[in-house]
Every structure is written in structure tokens, then in C-alpha cells.
């Protein structure tokens, strides 16, 4: 099954257009997609206008089997696709658990079942369940914006630079998450560390200047001489 179908898409702000004919897929047997390449290339507009922030200028997107071009961003994630966007964007004058509970806002009925589960792969999240998100370090901070994220139930969960201002210490144990997250739930990843990212893909597309310029599997990028040279020298 297909989870996500992007065909020819095109996207601007008035008149400046920052993605041209950009096509990717997304099969349901894809554990982490990576979508990588360099900063102001429009990586973050294609996850904006994938979660429906952003209206494309033109071109399709399919979620599910439905076209969901034209919907705004809670029916997309009525459907399953659910974004985690750069800076984390947590409520920080609210706790954890308040945190968690807003992003189950239309799975209520299951919110004790996800919120468990969550505080099972996040032991830290238990812990601090009363503490003021803002109060976090930047680590369970980037916890608690995922966590946040699967409290909604995803089908397919966008994670934009999920080890973006993090120590490489702490950015490793959230790929080392968002690896255990990819056995339930297909990941699409949007991440500076390239060779982390591609190593954890099973697909993969390069992104530059608002084109798709190369796509394969992740191990196949890794080998690609421009990869390489390009994102991955010293």
C-alpha cells in the first residue's frame, strides 16, 4: 500500500517559488524515508505544505489513497499524518502531561492507552509529568515534541531536524528512538546529519534548490559520489 503519493509539486510564497515539480512516494513497508539536503533549499515549505500549513500552487498530494490537496492541517492529521516541526513549538507555561494530552486532542478515548505507551518508550516524560515543558532540557524537550507527536496516532510521522541544537551525544539517542518509533510507524525524516539519516533510511530523496535531484535507497545515497563529496566529506 502506498502511504504517500507527492506528483509535480509546486510551491510559492507570492512570488517566490521554493519547490518545482517535486514527486516522491512513500510505501506503507517503508520503516524511515529521509528527506535530506542543504539548509534554505525548501526542505521545511515541502513538510509545511505536506501537512497541509502550506497550500501548493499546483500538483497533488495523496495521503492514504485520498487527495488531500486542498485540506487544511487538522483533517490531514485526522488521516494519519502527523508533523513534528522544527523547534518543537511545546506549550511551555503548560507540563508535560498537558503537553502530551493536547496532542491527543482527537483520540481522546485512547488517551490513557497512547499516553502509556509513550511514557514507556520515554521514561523521562513519566518522570518530569508535572514539569513545566520549558523547563526542560533541549533533549526531553525534543522527547516530548515526539512523543507529543505519536500521542496523535500517526500512520506516518514527519520529524523536521529532529537532532536540530542537540549535543551529539543526546542527538544519538533520539535516532536511536526514531529508529524503535519506525517499527510501528513509517517515519519521514527531514535531518541536517546525513549520514545518520541515510543510514537509518530504506528510501531516500535529495532535495536541492526546490528539486528533487536524486532518489534511491538510503544506502544507495550514501555511495553516491555527489552525496559524498557534497554532504558527507570530513
Known sequence: MTMLEVE??????GDLQVLWDVSMTIEADDDVVALVGPNGTGKTTLMKTLS?????????????????????????VSLGFVQVSEGRNLFG????YENLRMGAYQH???????????????????????QDAGTLSGGEQQMLAIGRGLMAQPKLLALDEPSGA????????????????????????????????LDLADSAYLLENGRITQAGTGQEMLESDHVRDAYLSG
Do not use: C, W
Open 8 to 13: 509535480d509539486l509546486n510551491v510559492g510564497y
Open 166 to 197: 542537540l549535543a551529539p551525544q543526546l542527538a544519538e539517542r533520539v535516532f536511536e528512538k526514531i529508529e524503535e518509533i519506525s517499527d510501528d510507524v513509517t517515519v519521514l525524516l527531514v535531518e541536517q546529519h546525513v549520514d545518520r539519516a
Open 108 to 130: 481522546r478515548d485512547e488517551f490513557k492507552d497512547t499516553l502509556e505507551e509513550v511514557y514507556e518508550m520515554f521514561p523521562v516524560l513519566a518522570e518530569r509529568r508535572d
Open 52 to 76: 497541509g500549513i502550506v497550500e501548493p500552487t499546483s500538483g497533488r498530494i495523496e495521503l492514504l489513497g485520498e487527495d488531500v490537496s486542498a485540506y487544511d492541517a487538522d483533517e490531514i
Open 93 to 96: 507555561d503548560m507540563s508535560v
